[in-house]
């Protein structure tokens, strides 16, 4: 991960919990930012240390063991991202609490987990791409509900549809081209991401101040 989006996600966390101490609706946002930071810091950390290290050792073996655990962690914690953005909007736009999205949530990594190590490779691939669609279909379902209900735009909903959008452009980028092999593409949005929500929440926390 860049210096870059490692700097921008911390400012990013930091001043949605301050916009979240006068505006609780901000919370979810401020949650979802933290967890991305969060995971993105320990997912680096089994890459580097365990994953890397034992995709090199064993010449495209199936992991086994705690590799296979650490292996099966990483991948929880990506996909547990698309499903927050997916409870998110569900959250803010569709104003209900997202249950059903997390117990999905929870279906598809035991899924995965069994599957291995069917799920690898390729077919991972392409099983992420498939629950970012459906990420992407709640996501939109709910923003296009939101915008018929003409309810004026606040920092949470704007909040919230720069992270849908970035999520959408994500099609184009890696996973167009392949989501193993094209991480600076994503982390080059994520960083578009970060520069467009840091103002937007810095104008809000500006707004507050008498």
Not at 3 to 10: E, Q
Not at 60 to 74: C, D, K, L, S, Y
Not at 159 to 183: C, D, H, K, N, Q
């Amino acid at each position: 991960m860049i210096p870059a989006l490692w700097s921008l996600s911390v400012v990013a966390t930091v001043l949605a919990w301050v916009v979240a101490r006068h505006r609780p609706e901000h919370r979810p946002i401020a949650f979802l930012l933290g967890y991305g930071l969060a995971t993105d810091a320990v997912r680096e950390l089994i890459g580097a240390k365990v994953l890397r290290p034992a995709r090199a050792e064993l010449a495209g073996a199936p992991f086994t063991g705690w590799v296979r655990i650490a292996f099966h962690v990483e991948s929880a914690l990506f996909v547990g991202w698309m499903t927050g953005v997916a409870a998110l909007a569900v959250f803010i736009f569709g104003r209900r609490r997202p249950w059903g999205v997390l117990a999905i949530y929870v279906v598809a990594v035991g899924v995965l987990a069994a599957g291995y190590p069917t799920f690898r490779g390729e077919l991972l691939g392409k099983a992420y791409l498939a629950l970012q669609l459906a990420a992407l279909c709640v996501s939109i379902g709910c923003l296009l509900r939101w915008f018929a209900s003409r309810e004026p735009a606040k920092v949470h909903h704007v909040a919230t549809g720069l992270i849908i959008i970035t999520e959408l452009s994500m099609l184009a980028g890696p996973y167009r081209y392949g989501v193993f092999t094209t991480w600076d593409l994503a982390q080059s949005m994520l960083i578009a991401l970060y520069v467009t929500i840091v103002p937007v929440q810095g104008v809000a926390i500006w707004r507050r101040t008498p």
